[in-house]
């Protein structure tokens, strides 16, 4: 099907005036295979009053009824509902979840460790000391300490751009949008990154459908730091791609990464020789790089 391709068009005369609802499809197949969205408007006159979307990724494989059928159903529904009483539809009706109209910092920091004041947490200090010292404003998301939900898997960012989702993330979407540079803390957690901030990187999924959908895009750098108990960069194997994968998800450039091994033993990163200094260099030449492009 052809982006934005007309499905249904109804006209409909009611003692309020006239309504239109439309059925559109669009093939949104360069963003997954087979994606196709539904779109269901209802104008007053020429307003759009209310819109209900639905597309082919929503319904899982087995599904009683796809998309296409689901749109269906529902413009039959609206056309009912619309003639039966058109009152309800003479105002905007908006089923969205804006993002808030503060937040917006040049350096984002992802502590994702659940220790307040632990290796990852310190690592995340020095960064934001560091850009506040070099001029740029900067904010610690402290991540297990936010009410977070893991993603559900429901497609519904595809179809406005928002999720449906009601906790925390949002503050953080509007954060990465603006951003300018990334930084991830993490300590390696069963060779990985703690759940917490996994739950985060699989929500990020909102932006990118932002991006695909919207044509918001994230224009940020991205810098990992990471700690781990062992001693080597065995630990690290697993880490580093994972925090690769979600900034090119959205389009932000990794950098490079800063691995503090061995604090099993040594416990306290500030008892790393050169570790804060490595920190605060790879960000400092991160914020300088950038400013001169």
Same mark, same amino acid.
């Given at each position: 099907m052809s982006e934005g391709a007309a499905e249904e068009t109804r006209m409909i005369e009611t003692p309020e005036g006239t309504f239109t609802i439309r059925l559109i499809s669009a093939d949104l197949g360069y963003v997954y295979p087979g994606l196709v969205r539904y779109t269901i408007e209802v104008l007053y006159g020429t307003e759009p009053v209310y819109t209900?979307?639905?597309?082919s990724y929503e319904a899982p494989p087995g599904s009683t009824l796809d998309a296409a059928t689901v749109a269906g159903i529902a413009f039959? #529904?609206?056309e009912h509902d619309v003639r039966s009483r058109p009152e309800i539809y003479t105002r905007k009706r908006i089923f969205t979840r804006p993002l808030p109209g503060g937040g917006v910092y040049d350096v984002v920091i992802l502590q994702g460790s659940p220790r307040r004041f632990g290796n990852s947490a310190r690592a995340a200090s020095w960064c934001d000391d560091e850009a506040?010292?070099? @001029?740029?404003?900067?904010?610690? =998301?402290?991540? *297990?300490?936010m009410d977070i939900r893991p993603c559900i898997g429901c497609y519904v960012c595809y179809n406005q751009g928002y999720c449906p989702i009601e906790d925390d993330m949002p503050w953080i979407i509007r954060a990465i %949008?603006?951003?300018?540079v990334i930084v991830v803390?993490?300590? +390696?957690?069963?060779?990985? +990154?703690?759940? @917490?901030?996994?739950?985060?990187m699989d929500r990020c999924q909102w932006l990118h459908a932002r991006e695909k959908i919207l044509g918001v895009r994230v *224009?940020?750098? @991205?810098?990992?730091?990471?700690?781990?108990?062992?001693?080597?960069? @065995?630990? =690290?194997?697993?880490?580093?791609?994972?925090?690769?994968? =979600?900034?090119?998800?959205?389009?932000?450039?990794?950098?490079?990464?800063?691995?503090?091994?061995?604090?099993? #033993? $040594?416990?306290? $990163?500030?008892?790393?020789?050169?570790? %804060?200094?490595? $920190?605060?260099?790879?960000?400092?030449?991160?914020? %300088?790089?950038?400013?001169? %492009?």
């Open positions: 209900y979307a639905i597309n039959t #529904r609206l506040t010292r070099a @001029g740029f404003s900067s904010k610690v =998301f402290y991540i *297990h300490e %949008e603006s951003a300018s803390c993490t300590p +390696v957690y069963t060779n990985t +990154v703690p759940s @917490g901030l996994k739950a985060v *224009h940020a750098r @991205g810098l990992t730091i990471a700690v781990a108990g062992q001693q080597g960069r @065995g630990p =690290f194997a697993c880490v580093t791609p994972v925090v690769d994968a =979600f900034m090119r998800n959205l389009d932000v450039q990794p950098t490079g990464a800063v691995l503090i091994d061995d604090l099993d #033993r $040594i416990r306290d $990163i500030r008892g790393t020789r050169g570790a %804060e200094d490595e $920190i605060r260099s790879a960000l400092r030449a991160l914020l %300088e790089s950038g400013a001169q %492009e």
